[in-house]
């Protein structure tokens, strides 16, 4: 658990100070959508 820790706040900080927000996940909504649009279509 503590390698674990360490490896998700070094993340973090590396985000931070590259001026990266590591918590944005900006394609999820729109792979969400396609997904969706993919699996209507019958093709999954």
Same mark, same amino acid.
């Given at each position: 658990?503590?390698? &674990? @820790?360490?490896?998700?706040?070094?993340?973090?900080? %590396?985000?931070? &100070? @590259?001026?990266?927000?590591?918590?944005?996940?900006? %394609?999820?909504?729109?792979?969400?959508?396609?997904?969706?649009?993919y699996? %209507?279509?019958?093709?999954?």
């Amino acid at each position: 658990g503590a390698l &674990m @820790m360490h490896f998700m706040l070094e993340t973090i900080i %590396a985000g931070r &100070m @590259m001026g990266v927000d590591p918590f944005d996940q900006p %394609a999820v909504e729109e792979g969400k959508i396609l997904a969706k649009k993919y699996l %209507a279509e019958g093709k999954g």
